[in-house]
């Protein structure tokens, strides 16, 4: 263009350089011999210098600083909550009360090898307190099966008994001779056998006569009683005696052979003794008021057992009474010793005596055959007072024996 200047690049750029304060940086411009001259007198270089001074922004700044050269930036997604399942809770949970129960075991493991040092001893006590404690359980349930089996075993012995001589009386397989012309042997064999049964019911007699508990006097006398299996005479009583067992024990074996009111010229026609046991046989004759003179022949077998806690003797004899009527019954006596201090007695000890005699006695008369009719109040009253005066009257007489044994035992120490 006429009357206008041309400055060149180079000098423009000097003159707003330092317009500038030095604030646009300065680019390097391309050589004239490439530049191009435009119809108008201008030049593409003096364009492109003119519209760098313009165009350029600030220093530092991009566009498309944020979005890594892309000329549109990510779009931005939503935050999502996220909601933890429950075993993943529980699970957690349980790790935390493992770690609390893990920090408390930690912070106490200064007291724990001090339990270590006494855990050997305390397993010891422990030990031994336990098997202490079983053995004595075991003993216990030892002693009280034993103290029932042994029960037992005498109740079953004593039923036994029971029940065998109701079967051989009532079935007849063991029958009475009901003849006075029967041997003294048959007799005494089926005594023989009577003892050992009548020995193996003690423990049952004693209880159903109620004196097994007794330890004092008691008196009485023969009764007639009415029982399940009929008539039955009974006799219970207790003797305190002042002298021993053995003493005691010796008089008795020789009731019916001793003193002056017993022995072959008296009542007891023949005995023969024994071990431990003596048969004897006896013929008595009792006259009552109003009543026929009773002839009463009896075979007897007397038994002593010795025992640690007391002493035996059981009597059994087969009684015919032969009067008006005959009467035949089976007599079983029980008489069980014990040593009682003198004391106990009222008597004071003497040199050696020091204990007397605890004597019960349990008597049981059955009848076996009578002519007697047992329907009928009278025949009754009849065969009882029969039955009963002769064994107060032979009870008499071997307790006159026994005390004149006993006496001259004595005196001759």
């Known amino acids: 263009m006429p009357g206008h200047s041309v400055i060149d690049g180079a000098s423009m750029t000097t003159v707003l350089g330092s317009s500038t304060n030095d604030q646009i940086p300065v680019t390097p411009t391309p050589s004239c011999s490439s530049s191009t001259t435009n119809p108008d007198g201008s030049s593409d270089t003096d ?49 935390v009360v493992e770690l609390e129960s893990l920090r ?17 001893q305390v397993l010891h006590t422990l030990c031994e307190e336990n098997h202490a404690n079983k053995l004595q359980a075991a003993l216990n349930e030892n002693r009280k099966l034993r103290a029932m089996v042994a029960s037992n075993y005498h109740l079953a012995r004593s039923l036994q008994a029971a029940i065998d001589e109701q079967l051989r009386l009532r079935a007849g397989k063991i029958s009475w001779p009901n003849s006075t012309a029967a041997s003294d042997e048959l007799i005494f064999a089926l005594l023989d056998e009577e003892k050992d049964r009548q020995f193996a019911m003690l423990d049952k007699v004693l209880e159903d006569s109620g004196i097994a508990r007794v330890f004092h006097s008691l008196f009485s006398s023969l009764q007639l009683q009415h029982s399940e299996n009929g008539l039955v005479f009974q006799h219970n009583e207790v003797r305190l005696l002042p002298f021993s067992v053995t003493d005691v024990a010796r008089s ?22 024994y071990d431990k046991y003596f048969h004897a046989v006896t013929v008595d004759k009792v006259e009552l008021p109003e009543t026929q003179a009773t002839e009463v022949n009896s075979r007897v077998v007397q038994l002593c057992v010795a025992r640690p806690e007391n002493t035996v003797v059981t009597w059994s004899g087969y009684v015919e009474y032969k009067g008006s009527k005959v009467i035949r019954l089976l007599e079983k006596t029980w008489i069980v010793m014990e040593a009682i201090p003198l004391g106990k007695l009222g008597m004071l000890a003497m040199g050696e005596r020091t204990h007397g005699t605890l004597m019960r006695v349990v008597v049981r008369l059955t009848p076996v055959e009578t002519e007697y009719d047992l329907k009928k109040i009278r025949d009754v009253e009849e065969m009882a007072n029969v039955v009963v005066s002769t064994y107060q009257r032979n009870g008499q007489r071997m307790l006159q024996a026994m005390l004149e044994y006993l006496r001259d035992s004595h005196q001759s120490r």
């Open 104 to 120: 408390a075991a930690l912070s106490h493991s200064d007291s724990r090898p001090r339990r270590i040092v006494n855990q050997s």
């Open 47 to 95: 364009s492109d210098l003119f519209l760098s001074l313009f165009d350029q922004t600030s220093p530092g700044y991009s566009p498309t600083a944020d979005r890594g050269g892309r000329p549109y930036p990510y779009t931005r997604s939503k935050t999502r909550w996220r909601k933890r399942p429950n075993d993943e809770l529980k699970y957690l949970r349980g790790q």
């Open 252 to 273: 008795l074996r020789h009731c019916l052979s001793y003193g002056s009111r017993v022995g072959p010229t008296k009542h007891c026609r023949n005995i023969q003794m």
